[in-house]
């Protein structure tokens, strides 16, 4: 069967931002569903394509990698239609890896400590959770004063990981109105096509994890 093979669970926040990237870039894929509340992660098929038992992960004719960051490099340089997703220029595409490992490092760390705990244990909010995340929202809303999207006048693949970042505290129905740029930013990524498709399974998780005692 022609094209990458792509592993993923649709709610999961990575594996989101990899299929939004192959959707942007024109990617041609083979959606695997690997089911985490089963183990199938942990199973020895999957565990010969990713032995960190993670997902996401790509089987592209052979060469198998995990981590969701380095696979949307990967399929961007490779086999993407779209290089201003992932700019070959050096200075363009540093820009973009900045923003990733701002994502990775700061803005999902601190939205994920605040929230996941609420979203998925039941638990209160912790105020200095909630001020880190706070700080986190201000770097990005100073991060797009005068741009469209993270880096600037281009969508690229730190939109999407970003994006997925934000979600969680949307899910949570938390408040960002006090973040205008951030705001804008949001609503032109929910105009992006694919981008309903790809999201309203974490959303479908998070109110059926809800809706339970």
């Known amino acids: 069967m ?9 709610a999961s926040p990575p594996c989101r931002s990899v299929l939004m990237a192959c959707k942007a870039a024109e ?11 089963k183990g199938e992660h942990k199973e020895e098929a999957y565990t010969k394509i990713n032995p960190m038992q993670q997902i996401p992960a790509i089987d592209d004719n052979g060469f198998c990698m995990g981590e969701s960051r380095a696979i949307m490099c990967y399929l961007c340089d490779k086999h993407g239609l779209k290089t201003s997703l992932y700019p070959k220029e050096p ?13 990775v490092g700061t803005f999902n760390r601190a939205i994920g400590a605040f929230v996941g705990p609420q979203l998925f244990k039941k638990e209160d909010p912790d105020k200095d959770k909630e001020a880190d995340m706070k700080r986190a929202l201000d770097k990005f809303e100073k991060a797009l004063d005068g741009n469209q999207y993270a880096t600037g006048k281009t969508l690229t693949i730190a939109d999407f990981c970003l994006l997925t970042s934000l979600i969680l505290a949307d899910a949570l129905k938390y408040d960002l109105s006090p973040w205008c740029n951030i705001m804008a930013w949001f ?3 929910k105009d992006l096509p ?8 974490f959303y479908e998780l998070v109110k059926s994890l809800s809706e339970k005692k």
């Open 2 to 10: 022609p094209g990458v093979d792509l592993y993923l669970m649709s």
């Open 91 to 103: 200075q363009e595409r540093a820009v973009v890896d900045k923003m990733l490992n701002f994502d």
């Open 187 to 189: 609503q032109r990524m």
């Open 194 to 201: 694919y981008y309903e498709e790809c999201n309203a399974p």
């Open 27 to 37: 990617v041609e894929i083979n959606v695997k569903n690997v089911d985490l509340f």
